[in-house]
């Protein structure tokens, strides 16, 4: 099974900075990452996908980057939505497919 | 427009059954792989299983292996779970989630269905 592991369990941040959100995987998944956005009381949603490539309609400000074991979401300038939880997930040797943690992006 | 909608969620004692539904719509259903992914109170995703187009391909996490069953009809959309000898790690709001027709990143997902375990 491989592991996904996010480097913080939670992030305090102010709107409009940047904010960088790391992902790690026990063992080479190629680029077969995906990102999640999942705010109280909804579903996940898909935000990146292939590591890199953001899903329709996701913001220009969301990036992700990366390949084999360590990948990143970035998060350009900070809006007031963007605060939620984020996971990783890959989906290159499964079953299992299996997620990371998640990161709790908090208002500073 | 893409609509996943999950039913059959519930309070059921430990050891009991339940099934889950997710009716699909919006899309070709027969493109698709399909999952199911649960979340427990307060914790983190954990894929649960997962079907191909066709039914012919069907994986689970180790931890339900055996008691539960996916299962997908393609004449109505619909995606099933049948949940046995239910246990209180299985609580958790369950999500149907779309596939791809070859990758497992899930671009759609449903509003979940609430499975409380409990006596």
């Given at each position: 099974e491989i592991v996904m592991t996010q480097s913080s369990a939670s992030l305090s941040v102010s709107p409009g900075e940047k904010v960088t959100l790391s992902c790690r995987a026990s063992?080479?998944?190629?680029?077969n990452l995906a990102w999640y956005q999942q705010k109280p009381g909804q579903a996940p949603r898909l935000l990146?996908?292939?590591?890199?490539t953001r899903a329709t309609?996701?913001?220009?400000?969301f990036s992700g980057s990366g390949s084999g074991t360590e990948f990143t979401l970035t998060i350009s300038s900070l809006q007031s939505e963007d605060f939620a939880v984020y996971y990783c997930q890959q989906?290159?040797?499964?079953?299992?497919?299996t997620f990371g943690q998640g990161t709790r992006v908090e208002i500073k | 427009e893409v609509q996943l909608v999950e039913s059959g969620g519930g309070l059921v004692q430990p050891g009991g059954s339940l099934r889950l539904s997710c009716a699909a719509s919006?899309?070709?259903?027969?493109?698709y792989w399909m999952s199911w992914v649960r979340q427990a109170p307060g914790k983190g995703l954990e894929w649960v299983a997962n079907i191909k187009q066709d039914g012919s391909e069907i994986y689970y996490v180790d931890s339900v292996k055996g008691r539960f069953t996916i299962s997908r009809d393609n004449a109505k959309n619909s995606l099933f779970l049948q949940m046995n000898i239910?246990?209180?790690?299985?609580?958790a709001l369950y999500y149907c989630a779309r596939g791809g027709s070859y990758y497992q990143s899930f671009d759609n997902w449903g509003q979940g269905t609430l499975v409380t375990v409990s006596s």
């Open positions: 063992q080479s998944v190629s680029i990146i996908y292939g590591a890199s309609g996701v913001p220009a400000r989906y290159h040797n499964w079953p299992p497919i | 919006g899309f070709t259903f027969t493109s239910l246990g209180a790690e299985d609580t």
